[in-house]
């Protein structure tokens, strides 16, 4: 990785582009320390201390600690991701967004200003509903001051600050990808989570460390160090891993000539559907409790209370409030369903299985046409099962340290799995343009 990095600091367009994103990355930190106009901040970063529930943890460690401090950027990217997602999953059920999909650039283009579009619109819906439910109970003052002129004004620079906040990051993610180095929008949201990390080591080192003596420091210290290394491993080893089927093209005469008759292979990720089972496994289970705390409930002992908390991560493999776990045993139910969900939108083997027999390609052993296909979905569902385990061990183990010895910190399994796919995800584009440059050095000459 280093070498990568050294290497491509040699390279004069390289270098821009990396300097170019580094200097976005200051823009995105910059603006979430900007306070949203009308607001005071200090009631929500009281209000936010005082949660038990892991609600809006989830989101404020996506947003880099923005959205507890009500920044302009307090919606951060999120917006975008989620409009990106909804448009990919509706190209499925939609025949005309399908089209669209297949017209080539201009079906492509069409598609990302819907998708801005809709990221709007998420982002006027959200910040309408913060302003509405955190409003009256103090967190825009004028709300309470009686004059209803002022109340919607206040209101509507709350809700232009924010949209406008998220649509700045959505055009500075678009702007790195196309003048930077990597995926802006996964960039920017890896820079965020990683804004928080220094702040979790100091709270792992106040709840393990302080005022022991220094054997148990130095054991606390390798205890922490070994499950975030062996983490990061399993993580590496999940987002590299993938199983290649072997396809052979027949040869053929074209004209006078013979063509085909090559050997090639299909890549099958063994995480196939990266991390977005996890995204929205956790997002499914926190909006019980954040639609709570929008309502004002305050949890009690009924029923409705013990659900909130099944939903809750902070009280899964709690030993003293073991029923809350059933929540974890739902979660983890939710990413296996999630990753055969969306591997089953992303990949078509019956599709694949038809464009193999139209090229004259065929797996060595198996027949084309529907023999392939059944073949291809028997591994595939083999392959996600393996990709949903690895990607519940992940997700899980943080979870487990958390709730045994009370480790609360931002940067779980889902933080880890972004963090290492984004960073592996940019070198590899990195060493791409490198080879790119060689090419057309070596052509030049």
Same mark, same amino acid.
């Given at each position: 990785?280093?070498?990568?990095?050294?290497?491509?600091?040699?390279?004069?367009?390289?270098?821009?582009?990396?300097?170019?994103?580094?200097?976005?990355?200051?823009?995105?930190? %910059?603006?979430?320390?900007?306070?949203?106009?009308?607001?005071?901040r200090s009631f929500f970063a009281n209000w936010f201390a005082q949660q038990t529930s892991d609600a809006f943890n989830f989101f404020d460690a996506f947003t880099g600690g923005s959205f507890e401090k009500m920044s302009i950027f307090a919606l951060n990217i999120t917006p975008y991701i989620t409009s990106s997602i909804i448009i990919?999953?509706?190209?499925?059920? !939609?025949?005309?967004?399908?089209?669209? =999909?297949?017209?080539?650039? /201009?079906?492509?283009?069409?598609?990302?200003?819907?998708?801005?579009?809709?990221?709007?619109?998420?982002?006027?819906?959200?910040? +309408?509903?913060?302003?509405?439910?955190?409003?009256? =109970?103090?967190?825009?003052?004028?709300?309470?001051?009686?004059?209803? &002129?002022?109340?919607?004004?206040?209101?509507?620079?709350?809700? +232009?600050?924010?949209?406008?906040?998220?649509?700045?990051?959505?055009?500075?993610?678009?702007?790195?990808?196309?003048?930077?180095?990597?995926?802006?929008?996964?960039?920017?949201?890896?820079?965020?989570?990683?804004?928080?990390?220094?702040?979790?080591?100091?709270?792992?080192?106040?709840?393990? %460390? =302080?005022?022991?003596?220094?054997?148990?420091?130095?054991?606390?210290?390798?205890?922490? &160090?070994?499950?975030?290394?062996?983490?990061?491993?399993?993580?590496?080893?999940?987002? /590299?891993?993938?199983?290649?089927?072997?396809?052979? @093209?027949?040869?053929?005469?074209?004209?006078?000539?013979?063509?085909?008759?090559?050997?090639?292979?299909?890549?099958? #990720?063994?995480?196939?559907?990266? *991390?977005?089972?996890v995204i929205f496994a956790s997002s499914i289970l926190s909006m019980p409790n954040m639609i709570a705390s929008f309502a004002g409930y305050q949890g009690g002992t009924g029923i409705g209370a013990k659900l909130l908390r099944m939903c809750s991560q902070q009280n899964w493999c709690n030993p003293s409030d073991p029923l809350s776990?059933?929540?974890?045993?739902?979660?983890?139910?939710? !990413?296996?369903?999630?990753?055969?969900?969306?591997?089953?939108?992303?990949?078509?083997?019956?599709?694949?299985?038809?464009?193999? #027999?139209?090229?004259?390609?065929?797996?060595?052993?198996?027949?084309?046409? #529907?023999?392939?296909?059944?073949?291809?979905?028997?591994? +595939?569902?083999?392959?996600?099962?393996?990709?949903?385990?690895? $990607?519940?061990?992940?997700?899980?183990?943080?979870?487990?340290?958390?709730?045994?010895?009370?480790?609360?910190?931002?940067?779980?399994?889902?933080?880890? !799995? !972004?963090?290492?796919?984004?960073?592996?995800?940019? $070198?590899?584009?990195?060493?791409?343009?490198? *080879?790119?440059?060689? @090419?057309?050095?070596?052509?030049?000459?």
């Amino acid at each position: 990785m280093l070498e990568t990095l050294r290497n491509a600091f040699k390279v004069k367009d390289i270098r821009n582009k990396i300097f170019f994103t580094f200097l976005m990355l200051i823009v995105v930190r %910059m603006g979430s320390q900007i306070p949203v106009p009308g607001v005071d901040r200090s009631f929500f970063a009281n209000w936010f201390a005082q949660q038990t529930s892991d609600a809006f943890n989830f989101f404020d460690a996506f947003t880099g600690g923005s959205f507890e401090k009500m920044s302009i950027f307090a919606l951060n990217i999120t917006p975008y991701i989620t409009s990106s997602i909804i448009i990919q999953l509706l190209t499925i059920a !939609i025949p005309k967004l399908e089209e669209m =999909q297949r017209d080539g650039e /201009d079906g492509r283009k069409k598609l990302t200003a819907i998708t801005r579009y809709v990221t709007v619109a998420l982002a006027v819906v959200e910040s +309408l509903a913060m302003a509405i439910g955190f409003g009256r =109970q103090g967190l825009i003052p004028a709300m309470n001051s009686g004059s209803t &002129f002022n109340a919607i004004g206040s209101v509507l620079i709350v809700v +232009l600050a924010m949209t406008a906040g998220s649509a700045v990051l959505m055009w500075i993610g678009e702007r790195i990808t196309e003048h930077g180095v990597g995926n802006g929008t996964s960039i920017v949201l890896t820079i965020n989570i990683l804004s928080r990390i220094p702040s979790d080591f100091v709270t792992l080192y106040e709840k393990f %460390m =302080q005022g022991k003596v220094i054997g148990k420091q130095c054991l606390a210290a390798v205890i922490i &160090f070994a499950v975030i290394v062996a983490t990061i491993i399993l993580v590496i080893l999940l987002n /590299d891993a993938q199983r290649r089927i072997p396809v052979q @093209y027949a040869k053929k005469m074209q004209g006078r000539k013979m063509v085909g008759g090559q050997s090639t292979h299909i890549p099958l #990720k063994v995480n196939t559907a990266g *991390v977005i089972p996890v995204i929205f496994a956790s997002s499914i289970l926190s909006m019980p409790n954040m639609i709570a705390s929008f309502a004002g409930y305050q949890g009690g002992t009924g029923i409705g209370a013990k659900l909130l908390r099944m939903c809750s991560q902070q009280n899964w493999c709690n030993p003293s409030d073991p029923l809350s776990s059933i929540g974890l045993i739902v979660y983890i139910a939710m !990413i296996i369903f999630f990753a055969y969900f969306y591997t089953s939108i992303t990949f078509n083997p019956i599709e694949v299985a038809d464009n193999m #027999k139209k090229q004259g390609g065929f797996i060595p052993g198996i027949r084309p046409g #529907k023999p392939t296909q059944e073949y291809l979905e028997k591994l +595939l569902n083999y392959i996600i099962l393996i990709g949903a385990i690895g $990607l519940t061990i992940v997700s899980v183990l943080p979870i487990i340290f958390n709730g045994v010895f009370g480790a609360s910190v931002s940067f779980g399994g889902t933080s880890l !799995i !972004i963090i290492v796919g984004v960073i592996l995800e940019t $070198l590899k584009q990195i060493e791409s343009q490198m *080879v790119v440059r060689n @090419y057309k050095g070596f052509l030049s000459k």
